[in-house]
């Protein structure tokens, strides 16, 4: 009876995940698997790694509780927050468990453990090659754009990069990462040129040359905004190369 009880829960769980709705659906899950329905939750997933093995329970520190949830897919943890956020499970779960993987935003319930599994598929997106941890949607919403419209992003990444990915891994390193300080600074020239050991008209110098290159203005805000996206496409993006 506990074994049909148990599946019957994680049946529930299923629903909810897969954007599911119903009368009640939320609030008999929460009885079944003994879950607040009115809790913050969080939802984290990454590759399947094999067979799926067993559903499992598992805690973590600062209150965190997951309810690891394996498919043929994907691996997916539901993941009760507490008074914690969802990067405290990010951090968590790089250190234990093999990434890459996504984390979803918190969301208030339940019910909405449809929205975040999606939110969460959007994060793991942003988990370019060779990447191992598990990133947090928040502070990746852009990268997650360019991700989830493959086929745009990636004719954005060749029509604003197409000449800089042509030339030398070097120089094109080095321009990438001037352009990479400059946007952490706020555009501060002086401030990035601090960051990368260097004089401020070097940073300036770097930068007209990747305006000459790109054919864009960072000046410009609808241009930089392309620069920007087309980074993050290329970055993201199934062989979009390296920069």
Do not use: K
């Not at 809790?39 to 965190?64: D, S």
């Amino acid at each position: 009876m506990r074994q049909r009880g148990n599946e019957r829960g994680w049946a529930l769980l299923d629903a909810l995940l897969d954007n599911e709705t119903g009368p009640g659906l939320a609030a008999l899950t929460a009885t079944v698997l003994g879950l607040p329905e009115a809790g913050r939750y969080a939802v984290a997933v990454m590759a399947p790694r094999g067979c799926p093995g067993p559903v499992r329970r598992t805690t973590g520190a600062h209150g965190l509780r997951f309810l690891w949830r394996p498919r043929q897919d994907r691996e997916i943890a539901v993941v009760a927050l507490g008074e914690a956020d969802p990067a405290a499970a990010a951090a968590h779960l790089t250190d234990r468990v093999p990434g890459p993987g996504g984390v979803s935003p918190a969301v208030e319930g339940l019910a909405d453990l449809g929205r975040a599994r999606r939110l969460a598929d959007a994060a793991l997106l942003t988990c370019g090659p060779g990447r191992a941890d598990f990133v947090c949607l928040d502070g990746r919403i852009p990268a997650a754009l360019v991700a989830g419209q493959p086929t745009v992003s990636a004719h954005l990444a060749t029509d604003v990069f197409g000449p800089l990915l042509a030339r030398e891994p070097a120089d094109r390193a080095l321009l990438v990462s001037t352009l990479d300080a400059w946007l952490e600074c706020g555009g501060s020239a002086g401030r990035a040129a601090v960051r990368l050991c260097c004089h401020r008209n070097t940073v300036l110098n770097r930068l007209r040359r990747l305006e000459e290159l790109t054919s864009r203005s960072l000046s410009r805000p609808r241009e930089l905004v392309e620069v920007v996206l087309a980074l993050d496409a290329v970055r993201v993006l199934p062989g979009g190369g390296a920069v």
